[in-house]
């Protein structure tokens, strides 16, 4: 029997009250209250907050029981302190990372009220009941469907945004993967791979050079890192980004306003902002997690304004092409980007007295056929992997419709692909050449003495952690393994899927061991493989992944090229 992880549920405003929690038209309450007060404070406000309560660093979303005990009483009116405080004893969640996203993004969504209508400031006492009316609009009922892969695709769907919402990482861990990428893994790829010049293509959109952006944004995680460091009201409320940071650099106004206008929002754009698709539905507040007020960008988000690099050199290029042959092209490129990012991890880190890794192995037969994108050799054990970029759209991954979530999931991960993939190959390496009646493929010398394989997908998305995701994927691989015959007596594991930012954080652990070790962990502590990667594994925590020297090292790389190309003459600037 698996235990469940520990989940601690958040307080809403209609249990505060004592109010039935299906009581009607809680929406418009929630927006005819943001409707009383100025938009900017409100913002102001979650950027305060977000600062205050230091969300996002080492994946924390909630705010701790020192910070919720001492804002309790300035954030709540007087005659519900006592109560809220009772229930923050009861180690309820007060105050987390989502009910300012969702707080923001309704204040960008809502039409604004007529000035005679608005107060001058916004009371501190209010800001406690935005935020419980914000959290309380993150849910959505649970119904569950009959069908066994239904339900499985139904609680993915449920659970996906949860998942994301209490994040389990550093979101420096993004910026760094985004700056590998087209730092190392780029310029290693072979020239028939090097389809897209990148750079190119970055800078005729957004007029500055991919470089400069990538410093800027180095530049803004540094700010906004310092500013959650200081752990002050003071600092936490004069956190904005002022354009006079780069006074001390040899850059040029122009390059410093459209680097500003790249990643933030003014009150009068807000008409851009369209409709939520469900109730995580953040796309708008993650394209721009800056909000601009006067010479000054007050950060929103902590993480989407870190994985900023990735978001304009993937998604944003993908927008500015006209056809859906040109968008396949080119998420195909960021594909062979990403199966190279994979590998590189393995050869990186992956100590090689326990890891023997091949990346596109061949058939020897057959070579332009590869067998999957990466194995991992660990005695007599065979970790085959795939590397599958697929993402989840927003129209699916908020909608909480299993339907979609299963068309995903088979779409991206199932047929032809992802799980096909691994059943093809652990079909051609089980088959007996002496006994089929169809030409069998020769397999490396290296694969003839393995007695267990290990099939594993690895997506860049957060999906291939999430709940009940892997679950879904085993159970088709199963199916179509049955179908195929295995005369070779040979173990097949059940098919763990997992995100890279997950992958990441067991680099640490692979340094030591072997990876069949850290996987066998994983299927042991989950058997029906329904939890989450991060909470079925002793070997990944929270927060950055550790004992990753190479990553670290391109974190320097980026400070010193930054300090060089900005002209900064007083380095106590990135401290301020």
């Known amino acids: 029997m698996e235990d469940l992880p520990q989940l601690r549920p958040w307080l809403t405003w209609t249990e505060l009250i004592g109010a039935p929690r299906d009581t009607p038209g809680k929406r418009q309450a929630l927006i005819d209250l943001i409707q009383k007060y100025p938009r900017e404070n409100i913002l102001r406000a979650c950027s305060t907050l977000s600062a205050l309560f230091d969300f996002g660093p080492e994946g924390n979303t909630a705010a701790e029981e020192s910070l ?26 007060i105050f987390f990372q989502a009910q300012l996203r969702f707080l923001a993004s309704e204040v960008l969504r809502i039409e604004v009220a007529p000035l005679k209508q608005i107060a001058n400031v916004l009371p501190n006492e209010v800001i406690g009941e935005l935020l419980l009316r914000s959290g309380e609009m993150l849910y959505k009922p649970y119904i569950k469907q009959a069908d066994h892969m239904d339900e499985l695709a ?21 910026f760094l993967r985004a700056y590998i990428y087209l730092t190392i893994i780029i310029p290693m790829l072979p020239a028939n791979i090097q389809t897209f010049n990148i750079p190119e293509l970055f800078e005729a959109q957004y007029k500055f050079s991919l470089t400069e952006y ?84 007050f950060c929103l988000d902590y993480e989407f304004a870190v994985n900023k690099i990735e978001s304009a050199a993937i998604w944003g290029l993908l927008q500015e092409f006209k056809t859906d042959g040109e968008r396949k092209a080119f998420l195909g490129y960021w594909g062979y980007v990403f199966e190279y990012y994979v590998g590189w991890l393995f050869q990186t880190y992956a100590i090689s007295a326990f890891n023997t890794v091949y990346l596109a192995p061949k058939y020897v037969d057959d070579p332009n056929s590869e067998i999957c994108d990466v194995i991992v050799i660990c005695g007599k054990t065979a970790v085959l992997i795939e590397a599958k970029l697929a993402t989840c759209p927003s129209k699916t991954r908020y909608s909480g419709d299993y339907k979609k979530m299963k068309k995903f999931l088979e779409d991206k991960l199932v047929k032809g692909v992802g799980v096909d993939q691994l059943v093809n190959a652990v079909t051609a390496i089980t088959a007996d050449p002496k006994k089929a009646k169809e030409k069998v493929l020769i397999i490396p010398a290296w694969l003839e003495k393995i007695d267990t394989i290990m099939p594993v997908i690895v997506t860049r998305d957060e999906i291939g952690s999430s709940w009940s995701v892997n679950a879904y994927l085993n159970n088709r691989f199963s199916e179509r393994l049955l179908g195929k015959k295995r005369p070779k007596r040979i173990t097949v594991a059940p098919l763990l899927s997992i995100s890279v930012g997950t992958l990441e954080k067991l680099m640490g652990a692979l340094s030591k061991m072997s990876l069949d070790v850290v996987l066998e962990d994983r299927i042991k502590r989950s058997p029906t493989l329904i939890w989450p990667f991060d909470a079925a594994s002793r070997y990944v925590g929270r927060g950055m992944h550790r004992h990753t020297p190479k990553h670290m090292e391109m974190l320097h790389d980026i400070m010193d090229k930054t300090i060089k190309d900005f002209g900064i003459t007083d380095p106590a600037v990135l401290d301020k």
């Not at 005659?79 to 923050?88: G, Y």
């Open 68 to 93: 919720t005990a001492a804002w309790i009483p300035r954030l709540f009116d007087r005659a519900l302190v006592e109560r809220v405080t009772a229930f923050a004893a009861d180690k309820r969640v």
């Open 154 to 174: 139904n609680k993915a769907a449920l659970f996906l945004p949860f998942y994301e919402i209490d994040s389990q990482h550093d979101p420096a861990a993004f």
């Open 214 to 297: 990538c410093e800027f944004i180095f530049m803004f995680f540094i700010q906004a890192m310092m500013v959650r460091s200081k752990k002050s009201l003071d600092v936490a409320i004069n956190s904005g980004l002022h354009i006079g940071l780069f006074k001390n650099t040899r850059l040029p106004h122009a390059s410093i306003e459209r680097m500003f206008n790249s990643v933030s929002f003014t009150l009068d754009q807000l008409k851009s902002a369209r409709p939520e698709i469900g109730f995580a539905d953040f796309d708008y507040l993650r394209a721009q997690p800056y909000f601009r007020f006067g010479d000054q960008l």
